[in-house]
């Protein structure tokens, strides 16, 4: 068996519970003896905890899409060198709630065409993806409702409503077929713990096929 760091995301639309499942995952595989990191963007850093700030509070109009593509970019390079880099290289598993994928789609198809300047700035300042994506795929209604119904002060693509929604929905379905590689699609419309086992079942398939012990 081998100890190799693993690099794993959660990704789908606001309220549809990624942040309950990436919680869930790094309790069960702590449970298991393995040494993980559970984090989150924007964010997860000192440095990209300040940018969150800036992008998620206030006026959503506040940054264009291209201004906003650098902070998101800007906060993941912070995250990444600070956090998510060493703790790889200290062979831990990492799970981040949201990476890359939700800026390909955030700002690279909500606000315009701009899919390419975001894999362009990927490439020449963050150049990694996560080993595994979990896509939370639900109804955009349902998930829209959840969303609404935490009612924090960090509102975004929540108040841009349900038919933003359902175009986010199938953007992570298509980029879910894109990287099918790293992609794994989850039902998240059962039940916390049915999807949770759901989640769990994959995650033990690709540490075993991956040969990686805790
Ligand atoms: P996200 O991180 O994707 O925005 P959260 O994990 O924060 O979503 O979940 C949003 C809300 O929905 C929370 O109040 C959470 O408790 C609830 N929730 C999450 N998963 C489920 C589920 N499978 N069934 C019902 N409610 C859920
Ligand atoms: P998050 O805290 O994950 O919100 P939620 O729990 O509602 O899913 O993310 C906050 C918002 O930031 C969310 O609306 C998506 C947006 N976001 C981007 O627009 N681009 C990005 O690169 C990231 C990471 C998030």
Request: hydrophobic share 35%.
């Amino acid at each position: 068996m081998q100890k190799t760091g693993l690099f794993i995301s959660f990704e789908g639309i606001d309220g549809s519970g990624k942040s309950t499942q990436a919680r869930l995952l790094a309790d069960h595989l702590t449970s298991q003896g393995y040494d993980v990191v559970l984090t989150r963007e924007p964010g997860g850093s000192e440095g990209a905890e300040e940018i969150r700030a800036l992008v998620l509070k206030g006026d959503p109009d506040r940054w264009s899409a291209e201004t906003e593509i650098l902070l998101f970019t800007a906060a993941r390079r912070d995250h990444l060198e600070r956090l998510i880099g060493p703790a790889l290289a200290e062979d831990k598993i990492v799970i981040c709630d949201r990476f890359a994928d939700s800026t390909r789609l955030y700002q690279g198809l909500s606000r315009g065409h701009l899919r390419g300047i975001v894999d362009q700035l990927h490439n020449l300042m963050i150049g990694r993806e996560p080993d595994l994506t979990f896509l939370i795929d639900m109804h955009p209604e349902t998930s829209l409702q959840r969303a609404l119904d935490r009612q924090g002060d960090e509102e975004r693509f929540e108040t841009f409503g349900a038919d933003l929604q359902r175009r986010m929905r199938q953007g992570f379905l298509d980029l879910a077929n894109e990287f099918a590689g790293r992609f794994r699609v989850i039902d998240g419309s059962h039940p916390i713990k049915d999807v949770a086992k759901a989640v769990s079942h994959v995650l033990s398939d690709e540490l075993q096929r991956r040969n990686v012990s805790s």
